[in-house]
């Protein structure tokens, strides 16, 4: 579980509700079941509309996509793809086999099988593309549900708070009761807005950052693999990958005990 992601969600809350008490507001201001009614089963309708039920059915999968951090380590995954070109280099193609198959990352356990198989270069890169690709298009579409999400919930806020003005003027007769409506009428607006800027865009945000880095991650993969299968020094393996790794991690080469052969 991605706790950054968590612990932001609450904090912008946090800071929403802690701003409002601190001028004096009460808490239970904030509620308003119409309101929420109005927003969020009004965001709901239109992102059902928007989406057809195939997409809608991943709203779960892109929930923890979102909130599960990738176990994924660069540091770690070069050492792999440099072992496996050690091997490689050592003792054959064929040894890789048992050496990857029980890897966490799926991605190079298919590229390795390739490889192992006596695929050429051109068709281990054609294929691990097509799924890299598959990958890609799969997190833009998680994506877009949560931004179509934070399109709509402005607006359904909108609405709900002219449905509350035109309540409220149509009791123009208690004057004394104008204030308080009026402000029930905006806590509409207030969930439209806040849940779109803390919740559906960051979500949709942050989404697109992890499926950043794992495309950066299968690009490495990648490179690795066809290193490897081109018969590269693992040195050389090491050169190429370390290129693709995110810039805030800088290391410095260690080989194995002995250099390679």
Do not use: C
């Not at 402005?154 to 004394?176: A, D, Q, W």
């Not at 991650?217 to 690795?224: F, K, S, V, W």
């Not at 081109?230 to 393996?237: A, F, I, L, R, S």
């Amino acid at each position: 579980m991605d706790i950054v992601t968590i612990l932001g969600v609450l904090a912008g809350l946090a800071a929403l509700i802690g701003g409002f008490l601190w001028e004096g507001g009460q808490l239970t201001g904030l509620f308003h079941p119409t309101a929420a009614i109005i927003v969020f089963g009004g965001t709901f309708a239109a992102v059902a509309i928007s989406f057809p039920a195939s997409k809608l059915k991943k709203i779960p999968a892109a929930l923890r996509y979102a909130f599960v951090r990738s176990e994924d380590n660069n540091e770690q995954l070069i050492e792999d793809i440099v072992d496996l070109a050690v091997t490689s280099r050592r003792n054959g193609i064929l040894a890789l086999e048992l050496q990857s198959q029980d890897h966490p990352n799926s991605f190079l356990r298919e590229g390795i099988q390739m490889v192992v198989d006596g695929n050429d270069s051109a068709l281990v890169r054609q294929i691990l593309e097509i799924e890299m690709d598959r990958t890609e298009l799969k997190h833009a579409s998680y994506a877009k549900i949560f931004e179509s999400a934070g399109g709509y919930a402005p607006t359904m806020g909108i609405i709900g708070t002219v449905m509350g003005l035109i309540h409220v003027l149509g009791n123009l007769s208690e004057p004394t009761q104008l204030g308080p409506s009026i402000a029930v009428a905006f806590i509409a607006t207030l969930y439209g807005v806040a849940s779109a800027n803390l919740i559906f865009l960051p979500i949709a945000s942050k989404i697109k950052s992890q499926s950043a880095d794992e495309i950066q991650n299968m690009e490495l993969i990648l490179q690795g693999i066809l290193a490897i299968r081109d018969g590269e020094h693992p040195q050389t393996v090491r050169k190429k990958i370390s290129s693709l790794e995110p810039t805030d991690y800088i290391r410095s080469p260690q080989f194995p005990k002995g250099g390679y052969e």
